[in-house]
């Protein structure tokens, strides 16, 4: 990739002298060989990235695109990484636009290490700020036949406890309930899973009375039967 930007290339060259081989291989095992890693593990990485990421080292908001988008092309999956915790320091400043960009994320080098916290804790935030761009991005996404634009749409309300739109969230779950996917099966129970906190009455209620897939089943009412709430 040519004309990289400095605090691309800054901290491409600090990964690049601390790339542990045979880390590499075990964690590209652990993401079914999905992404290359240079082996960085998560501490190390941390803090390797926390010059990069102190406040007055911070890049101008409107050049966060351009590093966002470099980051994610590199091959390694620790830029990645880096690129979200570069756009979580930005939670509360990104304009109205910027939902582009983490569309655009969401749908390339997709996997639910990435789509998870991109769903849950930068999408989640952005449109707490901007609720006008929920409805026509997240009825697109379930539209969609993109498993991670779909999954993001039931994720990115997961931390919304009280706020939850529960009329939303149940109507969305039983657009994609009759998927044969994992990684949408898997969303609904942890969605649900994560509203019986807040209300388990009305979980226990909707899984009653619908069909859902036995993982979505299983995980929406695990944290329930820890409790002792249900047998």
Request: proline residues 3%.
């Amino acid at each position: 990739m040519n004309n990289l930007h400095k605090f691309v290339i800054d901290i491409k060259f600090a990964f690049s002298q601390n790339r542990d081989d045979d880390n590499a291989q075990s964690m590209a095992k652990y993401m079914l060989n999905k992404f290359e890693f240079y082996g960085i593990k998560s501490p190390l990485r941390k803090e390797l990235q926390r010059y990069f990421l102190k406040t007055e080292n911070l890049p101008n908001i409107d050049e966060i695109p351009e590093i966002v988008t470099q980051l994610w092309f590199l091959p390694q999956r620790e830029f990645q990484y880096l690129a979200i915790d570069l756009l979580r320091k930005y939670n509360n400043k990104t304009p109205e636009k910027m939902i582009d960009l983490f569309e655009f994320i969401l749908t390339n080098r997709s996997w639910w290490d990435s789509v998870d916290i991109i769903s849950s804790r930068i999408i989640g935030d952005h449109f707490k700020r901007f609720p006008k761009q929920i409805v026509p991005y997240t009825e697109r996404w379930i539209n969609s036949n993109n498993i991670w634009l779909q999954r993001s749409a039931l994720l990115f309300q997961l931390n919304y406890k009280e706020q939850t739109d529960k009329e939303m969230l149940f109507a969305y779950i039983l657009r994609l309930n009759h998927s044969s996917e994992f990684f949408i099966n898997k969303a609904i129970g942890w969605v649900l899973r994560q509203y019986s906190k807040i209300d388990a009455e009305i979980v226990i209620d909707f899984v009653e009375s619908n069909n859902l897939a036995n993982l979505s089943k299983r995980e929406a009412l695990k944290w329930m039967k820890n409790q002792g709430i249900i047998a």
